[in-house]
């Protein structure tokens, strides 16, 4: 089979041949049908820290995985060749009985083999799956920016009907949260800088869309999220969040930044970052792609473009989700 693999800091991915796996007990075998493409499959190659921290090299990226089911392992109950399924890459992190492993070191594309590939093998914990109404490029993108984005409003955010609700940045995540917002009955306003990226966040149903944060100084919000983090952007959320009102941390395009804790103090708000999320996450998003309510943005690639679309997401080009379809 052929894969795209990260071989050293600052290299290119490298298209290697390989054997084609065998589950062990507990594992299956999926013949990919979509990968999703991240920034952070970017920082695995630029970032030493990061290249350092990955199970091998060489190492096959891609965290964004769904495919159909080619093989079951010894003891796999509950899925059966050709079932279609996604790949939740912090559920292992997370399963019962676990010593509570770091997500990145259990997920793929970080503690092992990835989806950048024409099959990926790992444990049958992490599946779910995808109703047959549901696109195979959504079922992938859902895994992560999806399950990150839904995982940040509604669980931590606590978002329901009839509130007032932020959100900043309008690229691959934002564009998801804004539209979940709106289908459970919440009043939606973006922040966006790209002006081209308006008339997108208005057709998801937000209600108004502004160039800065900073706009929105006293609006009394009950729950922002941040999807850029830039420092700038959670100063500002802070203050325009009412009494006790919500701001949640997902992006983090600055790792160190000032806010302003009079603000925070004064208007008692509750500051909670977010990562990841889990199976549950992902499975109440393709109900809700199921009957096109959900339809985010994506851009299809093939398998023999993802080294391009690495390329793409490096340089600040892609607008919405990039994902090859195999």
């Given at each position: 089979?052929?894969?795209?693999q990260?071989?050293?800091?600052?290299?290119?991915?490298q298209l290697a041949?390989?054997e084609i796996p065998?589950?062990?007990p507990g594992?299956?075998?999926?013949k990919v049908g979509?990968?999703g493409?991240?920034?952070s499959d970017?920082?695995?190659?630029?970032?030493?820290?990061?290249?350092?921290?990955?199970?091998?090299?060489?190492?096959t990226l891609?965290?964004?995985i769904a495919?159909?089911?080619e093989?079951?392992?010894d003891?796999?109950?509950?899925?059966?060749?050709g079932d279609?399924?996604?790949?939740?890459p912090t559920?292992s992190?997370?399963?019962?009985?676990?010593?509570?492993p770091a997500?990145?070191e259990?997920?793929?594309g970080y503690?092992?083999?990835?989806?950048?590939a024409?099959y990926?093998?790992?444990s049958?914990?992490?599946?779910?799956?995808?109703p047959?109404e549901?696109?195979?490029?959504?079922?992938?993108m859902?895994?992560?920016?999806?399950?990150?984005?839904?995982?940040?409003?509604?669980?931590r955010?606590?978002v329901?009907a009839?509130?007032?609700?932020?959100?900043i940045?309008i690229?691959g995540l934002?564009?998801?949260?804004?539209r979940?917002?709106v289908?459970?009955?919440?009043?939606?306003?973006v922040?966006?800088p790209?002006?081209?990226?308006?008339?997108?966040?208005?057709s998801l149903?937000a209600?108004d869309?502004?160039?800065d944060a900073?706009?929105w100084?006293g609006?009394?919000?009950d729950?922002?999220?941040?999807y850029?983090?830039f420092g700038?952007?959670?100063?500002?959320?802070l203050?325009?969040v009412?009494?006790?009102?919500?701001?949640?941390?997902?992006?983090?395009a600055?790792t160190q930044?000032?806010?302003?804790?009079?603000?925070?103090?004064?208007?008692h708000?509750?500051?909670?970052?977010?990562i990841g999320g889990?199976?549950?996450?992902i499975?109440?998003?393709?109900?809700?792609?199921?009957?096109?309510?959900?339809?985010?943005q994506?851009n299809?690639i093939?398998?023999?473009?993802i080294?391009a679309?690495i390329?793409?997401?490096r340089?600040g080009?892609?607008a919405?989700?990039?994902?090859a379809?195999?």
């Amino acid at each position: 089979m052929k894969a795209w693999q990260f071989t050293g800091t600052g290299k290119p991915l490298q298209l290697a041949e390989l054997e084609i796996p065998r589950p062990d007990p507990g594992q299956v075998l999926l013949k990919v049908g979509a990968a999703g493409l991240c920034h952070s499959d970017v920082s695995s190659l630029d970032d030493p820290l990061i290249g350092a921290a990955l199970a091998k090299t060489p190492i096959t990226l891609g965290h964004e995985i769904a495919g159909t089911v080619e093989t079951v392992g010894d003891g796999v109950t509950g899925w059966k060749t050709g079932d279609r399924v996604g790949v939740c890459p912090t559920a292992s992190a997370a399963a019962p009985g676990s010593d509570g492993p770091a997500a990145q070191e259990v997920a793929p594309g970080y503690g092992h083999d990835g989806g950048f590939a024409d099959y990926y093998l790992g444990s049958a914990n992490d599946l779910v799956h995808i109703p047959d109404e549901v696109d195979i490029v959504y079922g992938a993108m859902a895994t992560d920016a999806g399950m990150t984005s839904y995982h940040a409003l509604v669980v931590r955010g606590g978002v329901k009907a009839g509130m007032k609700v932020g959100i900043i940045g309008i690229g691959g995540l934002g564009q998801i949260a804004a539209r979940v917002g709106v289908l459970l009955g919440a009043e939606v306003h973006v922040a966006e800088p790209k002006q081209s990226a308006w008339d997108r966040a208005r057709s998801l149903g937000a209600t108004d869309v502004v160039a800065d944060a900073a706009e929105w100084a006293g609006a009394g919000f009950d729950l922002i999220v941040d999807y850029a983090g830039f420092g700038t952007t959670t100063e500002a959320a802070l203050k325009a969040v009412r009494f006790d009102g919500t701001v949640v941390q997902v992006g983090l395009a600055r790792t160190q930044a000032s806010i302003d804790t009079l603000a925070m103090v004064t208007s008692h708000v509750n500051y909670l970052g977010s990562i990841g999320g889990t199976k549950d996450d992902i499975a109440a998003l393709y109900e809700l792609m199921r009957n096109g309510d959900l339809a985010p943005q994506t851009n299809e690639i093939s398998f023999d473009d993802i080294p391009a679309g690495i390329e793409d997401l490096r340089a600040g080009k892609v607008a919405g989700r990039l994902v090859a379809r195999l």
